[in-house]
């Protein structure tokens, strides 16, 4: 462990994720120019495998704790509980971080002691082919009309802690996104690191992320609810901005269904290719020949269209 490195606390929560978590302990081990320490809390894990899997880390210094399944926000809580460190990173136990990861992020906050955190670019790999979302530069007002970054970056534990940490009864989504309102609703702002840093893994098709956005409206109503003072005090604010970016996705023109006549279209568009025969075939072919379908099913791609198994335009 590097000598006069402020410390960080990586909490990596952990369900029946067995199969990844050594991935999630050793990104946050080889973090450069930092130090670091680590705390795992299988979170009632009960497919035989899981907590075997978390108690062969502690041989690598990591802190195993095994407690009752109590949801992912508890779960993170109790690990920042355990912490040493003036910093702290919650980090999935399917998802990792670059080496720079900690170090870079510390720069930041180094940079702007008034700033509650710093997060980066994040990467989706596997099944998220390689796509990077650019995250936006902090904006408390594009926050309460959209989450402005992943739950993964670097929070000064003082913050954290002043603002009450997560709230454990949001076990079905979006308790990332509340914490950042309450940061935002104290005068606290992040700070983004333009670098990819941080990996998402998606290895299944249904994601946590993707069961949250399906009850979206129930998660946003209670973003109001919890933070109502700070949306009332912007309201026309955040009006304004969420029309603006309706008009900028060309979103306004809406039929009876109630979705938008642009998107309608492009989902059809997306529909019909993964429907298609090729792509159907390519999902079944090894790496080498998946690449040569590519390449001949770009030539049937009209100009600009990417392809995602590439991620090549044609």
Known sequence: MPQGQPLTTCVIPCHNHGSFV???ANSCLAQADAAVEVVVIDDGSDDGKTPRACD????????VVHQANAGLPAARNAGAALARGQYLV???ADDWIEPAFVASLQSALAADPRASHAYCHERLTELGLGVVWHVPEWDPVLLMVTNLHPVTCLIRRDRYEAAGGFDETMTLGYEDWD?????ASRGWH???VPRVLFNWRRHSHQTMIDDAV??????????????RAFFE???IEAAVRANEMLRRADAHWIDDTGVPLELQYLQAVRDAYHASAGVALERRLPGVLRRVLARCMRRRLPNGIVHPASGERA
């Not at 062969?56 to 802190?63: D, I, K, M, P, T």
């Not at 914490?179 to 940061?183: D, M, P």
């Open 190 to 192: 992040g700070v983004r």
């Open 90 to 92: 919650f980090l999935d």
């Open 179 to 183: 914490l950042w309102l309450r940061f």
């Open 22 to 24: 050594a991935d999630a």
């Open 233 to 235: 005090a912007h309201a």
């Open 214 to 227: 399906a009850r979206h409206g129930e998660l946003y109503r209670r973003l109001l609810e919890n933070h």
């Open 56 to 63: 062969a880390l502690e041989a690598l210094g990591v802190r």
